[in-house]
């Protein structure tokens, strides 16, 4: 059987695996010259280095993201802490301090001062139990913010993070999804990963080596502007690309933006090699050699501040932070619709992974996953539409 995957982002390249792994004939084509959509690596000739064009913190939980490293050969090339921590700073009091989870699925932690997020009780953390309730229609926000200091210095950034949506707006149910599946099953499934080198690197360059070793066709730079009819196809490209060639499609129509701000700074990257950052601009840092990272979530709100002032803004965290000097080069990069708004209305436009068409399969983060628009998320609907196309034409 012979299947074409249009796109070749992370969703695309786990469909063309996973079917190529199962005996299928794969050409996978990409409209842009290079793999990997918003998860990529490139050179930079201004800061004269490779950069992510984003910033993606995995966790050991994120199965689906492991099993495809697995399969490609690249396990090896994550990185992180050995242990369940995270690392975290205060930019108002200029505070640092570490959340740290036991292995086990009994969360001993949240009895210790010292392992849990400063400022708050043991009994506060009985707040998470409310995330197993929630609903498409409960709001992060009005759910969980009654919890003080665990909400401003945890929760919040959790949910930012996740769902790159405001909290007031963002429904809770991805966010009890990413919960259940990570911190729930204990610190064993919530050990932060991410690339040693880059994106490209880890996902996206592996991934392809494995598919022509297996004799799959790659045709990059080439836009497919219409479907064959009756030909067999995956649809993993974004969701106002896949109206364009499948018209009535019903798919997420708001977006959030990300942006991210690539500094040429050298920084002791410390037990975690990262941090989150609370109460400012920016919610994540990366230390990735000579190149300090900074990610803005939800970032709609700063559509329409210049480059100049953003980078300057962000620049200050990072000092008060971490007692800077002087910015130096750096990049910022936009992504005005990294993903869909993760709103109880937009998450009800998600579609499912098989069309009206038994022929024509949908994968991306913004398919009905039941997950944000991760990475894990990416995969697990490149390896459902795989899996449905081989159900429904078996070789």
Not at 12 to 21: D, F
Not at 78 to 107: C, I, M, Q, Y
Request: charged share 20%.
């Amino acid at each position: 059987m012979k299947v074409s995957v249009i796109g070749a982002g992370v969703a695309g390249l786990a469909a063309a695996c996973t079917l190529v792994e199962r005996g299928a004939e794969v050409v996978l084509h990409e409209a842009a010259p290079a793999a990997g959509g918003r998860c990529r690596s490139y050179f930079d000739p201004a800061l004269n280095c490779r950069i992510d064009n984003g910033n993606h913190l995995l966790l050991s939980g994120n199965h689906a993201v492991m099993g495809f490293l697995n399969r490609i050969g690249a396990h090896d090339s994550l990185s992180g802490p050995v242990e369940p921590v995270f690392a975290f700073v205060d930019l108002k009091t200029k505070a640092h301090w570490k959340l740290r989870l036991n292995r086990g699925r009994l969360p001993w932690w949240v009895v210790s001062a010292a392992r849990r997020v400063p400022g708050t009780r043991a009994r506060d953390y009985l707040a998470l139990l409310k995330l197993r309730r929630a609903g498409v229609d409960d709001l992060v926000a009005p759910l969980l913010a009654g919890t003080g200091e665990l909400y401003r210095n945890l929760l919040e950034p959790l949910a930012i993070a996740a769902l790159n949506t405001p909290p007031d707006a963002a429904s809770a149910a991805p966010l009890r999804a990413v919960v259940a599946e990570t911190i729930e099953r204990g610190g064993a499934a919530s050990i932060p990963r991410f690339p040693k080198v880059g994106l490209s690197e880890s996902f996206i360059d592996p991934a392809l080596a494995w598919l022509v070793a297996r004799g799959a066709e790659v045709r990059l730079g080439r836009r497919v502007n219409a479907l064959v009819a009756g030909e067999k196809t995956i649809l993993a490209v974004p969701p106002w690309v896949a109206v364009e060639l499948l018209p009535g499609l019903v798919v997420p129509s708001e977006h959030q933006a990300i942006l991210n701000l690539h500094f040429k700074c050298r920084i002791d990257p410390g037990e975690t090699g990262f941090w989150g950052l609370v109460g400012g601009v920016a919610e994540w840092a990366f230390a990735k050699g000579e190149i300090l990272s900074v990610t803005v979530s939800a970032a709609n709100k700063y559509a329409e501040m210049d480059n100049a002032t953003l980078a300057a803004l962000v620049w200050a965290d990072l000092q008060a932070a971490f007692g800077l000097g002087a910015m130096p080069e750096h990049r910022v990069v936009r992504e005005k619709r990294a993903t869909f708004a993760a709103t109880p209305a937009q998450l009800k436009l998600r579609p499912a992974t098989r069309t009206v068409d038994k022929n024509i399969m949908l994968a991306g983060d913004w398919t009905d996953t039941g997950l944000p628009a991760t990475i894990e998320g990416a995969i697990r609907s490149g390896n459902a539409a795989a899996l449905a196309m081989l159900e429904q034409n078996p070789l």
